[in-house]
């Protein structure tokens, strides 16, 4: 994806979701302790139960290092590799035939599927995930992510991304000036907050997922 935009056209490299189109696998990735995980199991609780949703709900555990993970996971990493090392795990990964045959697997079985990532954002430079495991991925963070970052993570994942706010509550007013996070976004259009914990936020989220697909 090129640009001759400058600067403040970071919105050039990254498009925000128009839902005209169902975003049926989303990478749910951030810094750790954003929430990825809780929002991986009180969202999907709450698709599964709306009735409009329509379609079952899958959960994708990528996560290597995770303890004891919130929820039941519908295809877990940890059944190929405990590597922490995602930067090495996920290529292998994504290349595995198992693994594939079983994200596809799952893929078919649901409407929407989570991937919960490992923390951090680091390995999305070294080992994108492919963009044919996901359609979109959500930028889980305590406060709002700089329109630099968007642009970079739209660039290094070419999906769409978009920014969902979670564990605002949590953190003073001082340290959420602080945050290397905190500059003012111009669009607000790929920003949702959310809380996970209270499920707030959940009907405004769910409408990134764009319209379902119409079913036969
Ligand atoms: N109060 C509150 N707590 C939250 C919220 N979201 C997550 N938490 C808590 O924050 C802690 C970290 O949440 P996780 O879901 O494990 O975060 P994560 O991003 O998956 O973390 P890593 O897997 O380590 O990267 C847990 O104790 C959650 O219960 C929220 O919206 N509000
Ligand atoms: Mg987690």
Redesign the pocket.
């Known amino acids: 994806m090129t640009s001759a935009a400058g600067p403040l056209d970071s919105n050039a490299f990254y498009t925000v979701p128009d839902n005209d189109q169902f975003m049926k696998r989303i990478a749910?990735i951030?810094?750790?302790?954003?929430?990825?995980?809780?929002?991986?199991?009180t969202f999907s609780a709450f698709l599964k139960h709306r009735p409009s949703s329509g379609h079952a709900v899958a959960v994708v555990n990528l996560?290597p290092?995770?303890h004891k993970p919130?929820y039941v996971p519908d295809l877990d990493v940890r059944h190929f590799s405990r590597d922490s090392d995602v930067a090495l795990l996920y290529p292998a990964l994504f290349k595995d035939d198992v693994f594939s045959d079983r994200f596809s697997a799952v893929c078919q079985q649901s409407g929407a599927v989570l991937l919960?990532c490992?923390?951090?954002l680091d390995w999305v430079w070294f080992s994108k995930l492919p963009s044919d495991f996901c359609d979109a991925a959500w930028l889980?963070s305590p406060a709002l992510a700089s329109e630099s970052l968007m642009a970079a993570l739209g660039e290094a994942l070419d999906v769409p991304v978009i920014n969902v706010v979670?564990?605002?509550?949590?953190f003073a007013t001082e340290q959420k000036t602080l945050s290397p996070f905190s500059i003012p976004s111009r669009s607000r259009k790929d920003t949702v907050f959310?809380?996970?914990?209270?499920r707030d936020g959940f009907d405004a989220l769910a409408k990134h997922l764009g319209p379902l697909p119409q079913t036969a």
């Not at 979670?166 to 949590?170: A, F, G, Q, V, Y």
């Open positions: 749910l951030g810094p750790r302790g954003a929430g990825k995980s809780l929002l991986a199991y996560d290092s995770v919130a919960d490992a923390s951090g889980v979670n564990t605002r509550e949590l959310v809380n996970a914990w209270e």
